[in-house]
């Protein structure tokens, strides 16, 4: 008779042979997800080569694939490590507002915080509730029945107009509040939204992100407390609870919400370094980067020979036609196929200028696709 931990490692060999099995290069839309995947490590981490960054891309699919298993396997939650505190989730310590990262097997920490007894609210974008909303309500529903669960579980789309209101009532009422505190697709910043972000250093970069967890802190009095999940080697997986951020009411509360923010992102950072192939934000993250200001501007000079600026610029195919993807921007540029032929050997082009003309030469060299 196998364990329980024996029956899951076996479950999650089965997940990656079917994974193996798979030809990554033929999905639509791996080259494009990749090549931004790609471009947002090297932005926030320079430090991991980009020779690294496709393997690091195919574990990351990996893991969310045993993220996915993890939801729909009830004694998962049973299994996990838990460090950093000495009783999770008692309930006599009044509520919380958990912070978490898309790392490792984020969802888990729902369903051992409602597996430990505590009231949860867990607030999540309205795609995220449509297309995992249903699997989080089972699992929920199973653990109520295998375990006679009595504690109450509530979801808030954090698009509602009443979600402030609501999550407000909910955190008074003793009821803890789980967020995940690095955004997701659909919480990045639109046009007219500045004032509910603040800029926070992370990495090599600085990110937006949004201030409502300090402001719901500091006007309840409910401390923050980080928790960070991943999966170790053996494949088994950690929740580690970190020191919480407490707040001073009588303190500024923008000057709170500022280094909350950034205390949080600061916690997580040694977590990114060692498991940084278990981290989904690398796919949507470049939707929060501050833009940066050009460093320089390049201009022609008597004998320059341009080369093609690979460090800032990808060419890739997007649905068959070429396409210049500006790995600092984000932008996607459709360029010819000559274009892209001629980039691809530049070597043995005498002038370039010549051959393409001296207003796309220079723009070529004010947007630094060529240096």
Excluded at 247 to 273: G, H, T, V
Aim: glycine content about 8%; some cysteine; charged content about 25%.
């Amino acid at each position: 008779m196998l364990t329980a931990k024996q029956l899951y490692k076996q479950e999650l060999d089965h997940c990656r042979t079917h994974f193996e099995k798979v030809d990554l290069a033929k999905e639509q839309g791996y080259l494009m997800k990749f090549t931004t995947f790609s471009a947002t490590v090297e932005n926030i981490l320079p430090t991991i080569p980009r020779q690294k960054h496709e393997t690091m891309f195919r574990d990351l699919l990996l893991q969310q694939i045993f993220t996915t298993f993890d939801q729909q396997f009830l004694s998962a939650g049973d299994l996990v490590n838990l460090r950093g505190r000495r009783k999770v989730g008692k309930q006599a310590e009044g509520p919380r507002i958990y912070c978490t990262y898309h790392l490792g097997s984020y969802r888990l920490l729902t369903s051992v915080l409602f597996r430990q007894g505590v009231d949860c609210v867990l607030l999540v974008g309205s795609n995220m509730n449509r297309s995992q909303g249903d699997g989080m309500a089972e699992h929920i529903e199973g653990l109520r029945k295998k375990h006679g669960l009595i504690n109450v579980f509530r979801v808030v789309e954090a698009g509602s107009p009443s979600a402030g209101l609501t999550v407000l009532r909910e955190l008074k009422a003793g009821r803890s509040l789980i967020v995940y505190v690095d955004g997701s697709p659909e919480t990045f910043p639109d046009a007219g939204e500045e004032a509910q972000f603040l800029s926070v250093r992370f990495g090599n970069r600085r990110v937006l992100t949004r201030k409502g967890v300090g402001y719901l802190s500091h006007v309840t009095g409910v401390p923050i407390v980080p928790v960070v999940s991943y999966r170790g080697a053996d494949s088994m997986n950690t929740l580690h609870y970190l020191k919480p951020i407490r707040p001073i009411i009588r303190s500024d509360r923008e000057l709170y919400c500022q280094e909350a923010m950034q205390q949080l992102y600061d916690a997580f950072w040694p977590f990114l370094n060692k498991y940084p192939e278990q981290w989904e934000g690398w796919n949507y993250m470049h939707l929060f980067l501050e833009p940066e200001k050009p460093l320089h501007s390049l201009s022609k000079r008597a004998g320059f020979q341009p080369a093609f600026n690979e460090e800032r610029y990808s060419l890739c195919d997007l649905q068959q036609a070429p396409i210049l993807f500006d790995r600092q921007n984000y932008q996607t540029y459709e360029i010819t196929e000559d274009l892209r032929d001629l980039l691809l050997n530049l070597n043995e082009v005498e002038s370039i200028e010549e051959l393409v003309g001296q207003e796309v030469f220079g723009e070529l060299l004010e947007m630094e696709v060529l240096r």
